[in-house]
């Protein structure tokens, strides 16, 4: 099995079901807080190749939500830079393995590339709190 190392937000409920459904298929897991790397636009990118810019962003951000960064109006160098500086605005999770990289997580994709042991209902990306806002991670 992979050793994954897999950036989350510690407390969002859908990274820690997606961390889960790995380590249930046999996978090694490395939980790393996506807020606190020194990400820069060249660590960053390859985990979007082959993926339009809006598709980079997290849609529960807040600064996303309120309008005030629209994805589907920046280009990849401007949102590298306003990522770097709020992580908060990167898609979740970020996954690499092997040398591979990938966000979000589509179940399909990740089976294709890691495989995954079917239980439970389907991931989803999509927040399932209704203000968007996770409880801080326990310590």
Same mark, same amino acid.
């Given at each position: %099995?992979?050793?994954?190392?897999?950036?989350?937000?510690? &407390?969002?409920? /859908? /990274?820690?079901?997606?961390?889960?459904?790995?380590?249930?298929?046999?996978?090694?897991?490395?939980?790393?807080?996506?807020?606190?790397?020194?990400?820069?636009?060249?660590?960053?990118?390859?985990?979007?190749?082959?993926?339009?810019? !809006?598709?980079?962003?997290? $849609?529960?951000?807040?600064?996303?939500?309120?309008?005030?960064?629209?994805?589907? *109006? %920046?280009?990849?160098? =401007? !949102?590298?830079?306003? %990522?770097?500086?709020?992580?908060? *605005?990167? $898609? $979740?999770? *970020? %996954?690499?393995?092997?040398?591979?990289?990938?966000? &979000?997580?589509?179940? !399909?994709?990740?089976? @294709?590339?890691?495989?995954?042991?079917?239980?439970?209902?389907?991931?989803? =990306?999509?927040?399932?709190?209704?203000?968007? @806002?996770?409880?801080?991670?326990?310590?």
């Amino acid at each position: %099995m992979a050793v994954i190392v897999f950036y989350e937000k510690p &407390g969002c409920a /859908n /990274n820690t079901r997606q961390k889960q459904a790995l380590i249930r298929s046999g996978h090694d897991v490395v939980a790393l807080d996506i807020r606190v790397q020194a990400w820069t636009p060249d660590t960053l990118r390859p985990f979007f190749i082959g993926r339009p810019v !809006a598709d980079w962003f997290n $849609r529960a951000a807040p600064r996303v939500k309120s309008g005030a960064v629209v994805p589907e *109006l %920046m280009q990849a160098d =401007e !949102a590298l830079a306003a %990522m770097c500086v709020d992580p908060l *605005l990167i $898609r $979740r999770p *970020l %996954m690499e393995s092997d040398g591979r990289r990938m966000v &979000g997580f589509d179940e !399909a994709a990740v089976n @294709a590339w890691l495989g995954l042991v079917p239980e439970g209902p389907p991931l989803t =990306e999509v927040c399932p709190r209704s203000d968007g @806002a996770c409880p801080p991670p326990k310590v």
